[in-house]
């Protein structure tokens, strides 16, 4: 079973920059796809970015490609998104995901493990 903790979410202005991390507890990750999602109230949950862990990829959304980016550490076992010039937009709770084995999907049903997500707030 992997465990996935976000942290790093917060309240920035428009313009400011965040990075997101998640890590796992219980397994490490190995023989997996990890990836983003952000959820907005009223919206379905919105595919962001992922990328396998032996560094296959990594895919971004159309939407955010020019301002976010996906990225991990394998020897710290942790799982990044960057993400630069935020807008009120990207206002929303952003959720860390993982899969088995080494194929990249934008879907949500395609993701098993997930984190407790973290709250982004951008002011304008």
């Known amino acids: 079973q992997v465990q996935l903790v976000e942290s790093g979410g917060g309240l920035v202005q428009a313009g400011e920059s965040l990075k997101l991390s998640c890590t796992t507890s219980?397994?490490?990750?190995?023989?997996?796809?990890a990836g983003w999602f952000r959820q907005v109230p009223g919206k379905e949950r919105e595919f962001l970015a992922a990328?396998?862990?032996?560094?296959?990829?990594?895919a971004h959304a159309n939407s955010v490609r020019d301002r976010f980016a996906i990225s991990r550490d394998v020897a710290k076992n942790t799982l990044y998104l960057q993400m630069n010039n935020l807008k009120p937009d990207d206002t929303g709770v952003y959720y860390c995901?993982?899969?088995?084995?080494?194929?990249?999907?934008?879907?949500?049903?395609?993701?098993?493990?997930w984190g407790q997500g973290t709250q982004v707030t951008v002011s304008s």
């Open positions: 995901a993982a899969r088995d084995g080494q194929v990249l999907s934008i879907s949500q049903r395609n993701y098993y493990y």
């Open positions: 990328i396998t862990w032996i560094g296959g990829g990594p």
């Open positions: 219980g397994r490490t990750f190995s023989d997996h796809t």
